[in-house]
């Protein structure tokens, strides 16, 4: 929270600033961070119109989250038929009429559309209007209306959240061959009958792990394509050896240490060429995704016309303020994390600061920022991982619960990954946790809960875990940093006492 006066609340300069408002707020982008913005401030009693050019619900919704965790779920069903003998049943190879696994997946985003609609957010109070916004000054917003027309509003404050697009990288020949991504594969490959036969998938990163495991598990045959050393380099080297091992064993040839250099056609068949210590080849494919990261979608709706940097991110300041500080950022478009509930969390300090930041401004808080990544085994973290702990320099003690010692996990058949706790040396205090395992973003929740509000591994010990569930490796990881650190003077002590009371 910031007490002192919030000096850079100016109005722009080369503008006349409108005497009466139309609107307290716009919000531009209906994703996770517009939608969250917009109820917030109806909530707050605001006259707000949200604009969405696209689809409610942004990327997550319709090209993002849940299209790629429904299909995560009928991989898997196909991964467990596969291997039903694991279970002591008769495995059998399923059968992928791929066009119902898709249209599986169009069903799920329309029963969830509803949370998003405009039907909902109208009765909440916010104006939606479906069109393309851009700002005309630092205080106008002019809308081209889908339907045609357009409408110009002027409003007191405005909350840029237009989210981010997947980055297509310069690759000679690639657009001429035709590619997929995250925002046109859900359509492209609707009515398809079967998987695609031979699958690329371009990136290592969570959405090309996803993706490569799931259309391997589906029948597809996939290369995937990573320039780094190893897959999901953001998580720490044994977390991503034990998701590299996984997608290795269903059947992705994972080409690491892999730069993918032109695209082409030879005799009708698609490929792309692959550097690798000096030397290329190439690989043929029938389709290609590419994932190789997401770039925010800044330019062409009056940003820089109104002198807002917009090289990577839109720049702001920590309380999500433009150097207009009544044009505010929130989402994939202000960074730095691209993540759906970073986007919602950052949209209460945006709506908040956009409302009331004149009187009082709260800095957006990164201190304990979670996230998954849902390949089999999921990957979960919060905090610090080791990598980044070195790198900057912390000190810190590691304490490692393995899961295949975990009950439940041996029943369920999931019995491997691990808990991975940092802590302040010599004290119980949490720095960090990552979570290797079946469910490990569910699991991870106690460690998000115990490190915002500042409790330690102590408390989680003290604290009863069903039996037999997954969420006891939380409690394991926390007993294994307990016996490592219990007091030897007092445990000579407790010796000589019942020694002395045996007589
Ligand atoms: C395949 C995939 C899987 C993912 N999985 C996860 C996951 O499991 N968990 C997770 O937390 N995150 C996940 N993400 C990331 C997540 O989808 C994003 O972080 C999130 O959607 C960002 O929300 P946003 O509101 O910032 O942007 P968006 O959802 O992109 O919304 C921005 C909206 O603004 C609209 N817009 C843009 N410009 C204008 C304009 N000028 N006028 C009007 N409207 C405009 C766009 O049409 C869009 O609808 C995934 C992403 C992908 C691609
Ligand atoms: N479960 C989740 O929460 C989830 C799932 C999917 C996406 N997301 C969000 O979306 C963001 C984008 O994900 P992403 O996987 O597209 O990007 P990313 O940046 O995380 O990974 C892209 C990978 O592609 C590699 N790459 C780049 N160019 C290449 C080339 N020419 N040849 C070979 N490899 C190349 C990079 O080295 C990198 O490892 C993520 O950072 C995340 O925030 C989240």
């Known amino acids: 929270m910031d007490r002192t006066e919030p000096t850079s609340n100016r109005p722009a300069s080369g503008w006349t600033r409108p005497k009466r408002f139309d609107r307290n707020l716009i919000v531009i ?47 898997k069903v196909a991964h467990q038929m596969r291997h039903a003998d694991h279970y002591g049943l008769e495995p059998v190879e399923p059968r992928v009429p791929f066009s119902a696994v898709m249209e599986r997946i169009h069903k ?12 909902r957010y109208t009765g909440l109070g916010v104006e939606v209007l479906q069109g393309y916004a851009k700002l005309i000054d630092p205080w106008t ?25 997947p980055f297509v990288p310069p690759i000679p020949g690639l657009a001429e061959i035709g590619f997929l991504t995250s925002d046109n594969m859900w359509e492209r490959l609707r009515d398809r009958p079967a998987v695609p036969q031979r699958l690329v998938v371009l ?37 991503a050896q ?7 064993e269903d059947g992705v040839n994972v080409l690491t240490r892999h730069k993918a250099v032109a695209c082409g056609t030879e005799g009708g068949e698609k490929w792309i060429e692959v550097e690798h210590d000096g030397s290329k080849r190439r690989i043929g494919f029938d389709e290609i995704i590419v994932a190789v990261g997401r770039a925010p979608r800044l330019k ?58 004149d009187l009082k401004r709260f800095k957006a808080d990164y201190s304990v920022i979670p996230w998954a990544t849902f390949t089999d085994p999921e990957v979960a973290r919060v905090g610090l991982s080791e990598a980044e702990a070195k790198e900057k320099n912390i000190r810190y003690e590691v304490t490692r619960f393995g899961i295949d010692d975990l009950d439940r996990a041996i029943a369920d058949g999931s019995a491997r990954g691990f808990v991975k706790v940092l802590t302040v040396p010599g004290k119980d205090k949490i720095l960090g946790a990552t979570i290797v395992g079946e469910h490990a973003g569910d699991l991870l929740a106690e460690f998000v809960f115990a490190m915002k509000h500042g409790h330690g591994l102590g408390k989680i010990l003290g ?41």
């Open 242 to 248: 034990f998701v590299e091992a996984s997608i290795r």
């Open 29 to 75: 982008g209906a994703g996770s961070a517009g939608l969250v913005s917009a109820y917030i401030a109806a909530a707050a009693k605001a006259k707000v119109t949200l604009v969405e050019a696209n689809k409610m619900g942004g990327d997550c919704l319709n090209f993002g989250c849940v299209p790629s965790k429904a299909l995560i779920k009928s991989a």
């Open 108 to 119: 799920v985003i329309a029963e969830i559309e509803p949370h998003d609609s405009v039907e």
């Open 300 to 357: 062409g709706f009056g940003l820089e016309e109104l002198g807002i940097k917009v090289d990577r991110v839109v720049e702001t300041n920590e309380y999500l303020q433009t150097l207009h500080p009544h044009i505010l950022a929130a989402g994939d478009v202000a960074g730095p994390y691209q993540f759906t509930h970073v986007a919602g969390h950052q949209a209460w300090f945006a709506a908040i600061n956009a409302l009331f930041g």
């Open 203 to 239: 990136g290592g990163g969570p959405i090309g792990c996803e993706l490569a495991q799931s259309f391997a598990r589906l029948g597809s045959e996939v290369t995937q394509i990573e320039m780094a050393p190893r897959l999901m380099m953001r998580e720490d080297e044994d977390a």
């Open 141 to 165: 917003v002019e809308i081209a209306l889908n339907d045609g027309g357009t409408q110009r509003l002027t409003t007191r404050a405005i909350i840029i959240a237009t989210g981010a697009q």
């Open 463 to 503: 604290t009863i875990h069903i039996y037999p569930t997954l969420a006891e490796a939380n409690k394991m990881v926390a007993g294994q940093w307990r016996r490592t650190h219990i007091n030897s003077f007092l445990l000579s002590l407790l010796q000589r006492f019942q020694t002395w009371r045996r007589g």
